[in-house]
């Protein structure tokens, strides 16, 4: 393995003359350079919360809490604290509403940070977890949401976040959006929802890396008359209908490196729906229920169905199941595309992998189904393979005072992302140093939230027992990655 020499200024440790916090926190960083020597990290070096009912110690609430900016934040002293600079609400506690009651935001750009505790509705779907009514820049974070009708429920309103929220047992909807657009709806977890994320009339939002399961209702993630959004790195497992339900008048939406497995009837599903772009997906033993439905072909498919939809483009998908075919199009549907021209290629089915003899990578025949065929299917999975992870130059630095009195230095690793596919669960699992320096960090650690995309990078960040007077150690750090079809990949 080619190995990186990096230079930092890690710095001499030594302890003199008492100083203020400042001058102590910075002080040594003067010194001598370490020579960090990251052996074996080539150019190619190298995901929740849970709500439960009634959750212990709740706060009753009788009525609808009104959540707005300016001195106090209406309601909020009612349920948790307010910072008035930078129009927060903050949870106390964990929440039980009665009947008709949750929490509603009524003010642009105000924050609502649940702080990990659990808001518990009635179960009677007679209101909303947190409602936002034509409100725009607000945020929704950190909270579980259980029992309501929705758990978040965006109505109008653009540039709003919900991040790190949890629902879970809502009747119609974990995340809600009608006529909503330019929003963020980020790193979310649904859980036995009706359907886990539903967009209605809503355009250019982000949807990405949330994770939905068991939507009791129907689908997973369900669009209609939804426009021109993106969704990134989600999954959506074991729901009663589609993974990703995409019906109807859902026009120039992308969807890359998300994933669908195990749902009763398609892993994606297009009706009336044009100009969408499938890329980098993995869909996995879908039609669970093997059963027909009145749309036709929507649930006997299995991982990927088109109806009345024309020019889409779909590639470089994962197409994975024992039942075949894996796809189908009816209706009136024209200009759908299943492959690029080479170098590029189709997808890949799992059904129709060989014979390739003249090792180009794809079948010699085209995978044909109802409606359409894959002209370049590929012999193996997208994104199987080595992920090419590179390892930036680190920074040091003092944590805080009490690690500079016990000679704890800080080290933050950047690895990227220098590849085309995604690096899955990326994480640190080694260092070792000369010169008596010892790791005082837990291993294996995790480079960011472990997830990397092409042309992105992440961090991680590592404690070093230092002894004194030492002013540079080699270190060999070592490290782990997936691949997008599971295989783990060591380094170096």
């Keep these: 393995m080619k190995s990186i020499l990096a230079n930092t200024r890690l710095g001499g440790l030594g302890k003199g003359v008492e100083m203020g916090v400042i001058g102590r926190l910075t002080k040594g960083l003067a010194g001598a350079a370490a020579v960090l020597l990251f052996i074996g990290v080539a150019a190619a070096l190298f995901g929740s919360f849970a709500g439960a009912a009634g959750a212990a110690g709740s706060q009753y609430v009788a009525s609808t809490q009104h959540i707005t900016s300016g001195t106090g934040g209406g ?5 948790g604290t307010w910072n008035s600079s930078t129009d927060t609400c903050t949870l106390g506690g964990n929440l039980a509403f009665a009947s008709g009651a949750g929490i509603e935001i009524d003010s642009n750009s105000v924050t609502l940070n649940g702080g990990g505790y659990t808001m518990t509705g009635a179960g009677d779907n007679a209101a909303d977890g947190v409602y936002l009514p034509g409100i725009s820049g607000a945020t929704v974070e950190k909270v579980t949401i259980d029992a309501f009708n ?8 653009q540039m709003n976040t919900v991040q790190q929220v949890a629902t879970s047992g809502n009747g119609n909807t974990g995340i809600s959006l009608t006529n909503a ?8 977890n649904s859980n036995a929802d ?3 994320i539903n967009l209605a009339s809503s355009a250019y939002n982000t949807i990405m890396m949330n994770m939905v399961m068991g939507a009791t209702m129907g689908d997973g993630i369900s669009l209609q008359d ?13 729901n009663a209908g589609n993974g990703y339900c995409i019906d109807p008048g859902n026009d120039n939406n992308s969807f890359t490196g998300n994933e669908a497995s195990g749902n ?12 969408n772009t499938i890329v980098g997906n993995t869909s996995t033993n879908n ?13 006997g498919q299995g991982e990927i169905s088109l109806q009345d939809s024309s020019n889409n483009q779909i590639y470089h998908n994962n197409f994975t199941s024992s039942s075949t075919p894996q796809a189908s199009v009816t209706g009136t549907s024209t200009g759908n595309v299943f492959n690029l021209p080479a170098p590029v290629g189709g997808n890949y089915w799992s059904s129709w992998t060989s014979p390739d003899s003249d090792n180009d990578g794809f079948v010699d025949s085209p995978y044909v189904f109802m409606g359409g065929q894959d002209n370049l299917p590929l012999t193996a999975p997208v994104g199987s393979g080595k ?7 680190p920074t040091s630095f003092w944590a805080s005072l009490s690690d500079f009195d016990s000679s704890l230095l800080s080290v933050t690793w950047t690895v990227s992302n220098t590849g085309t596919a995604e690096a899955w669960s990326v994480q640190l699992t080694g260092s070792s140093n000369t010169n008596g320096v010892t790791l005082a960090s837990t291993l294996p650690a995790a480079v960011g939230s472990g997830d990397i995309l092409p042309g992105a990078s992440g961090t991680a960040t590592l404690k070093y027992s230092v002894p004194a007077g030492v002013t540079a150690w080699v270190s060999a750090l070592s490290g782990s990655a997936e691949d997008g079809v599971g295989a783990t990949y060591t380094y170096p």
């Design 75 to 79: 309601d909020c002293g009612n349920i």
């Design 150 to 157: 929705n758990g978040v429920n965006l109505t109008g309103g």
């Design 181 to 188: 657009n330019n929003n963020m709806v980020m790193s979310n």
């Design 194 to 196: 009706g359907v886990g």
């Design 226 to 238: 939804s426009p021109n959004n993106s969704f990134t790195s989600n999954s959506s497992d074991m």
């Design 264 to 275: 009763a009837n398609n892993g994606f599903w297009l009706n009336q729906s044009d100009g």
């Design 287 to 299: 039609n669970m229920s093997g059963m027909s439905s009145s749309m036709g072909s929507m649930a």
């Design 387 to 393: 992920p090419s992870l590179g390892l930036g130059a």
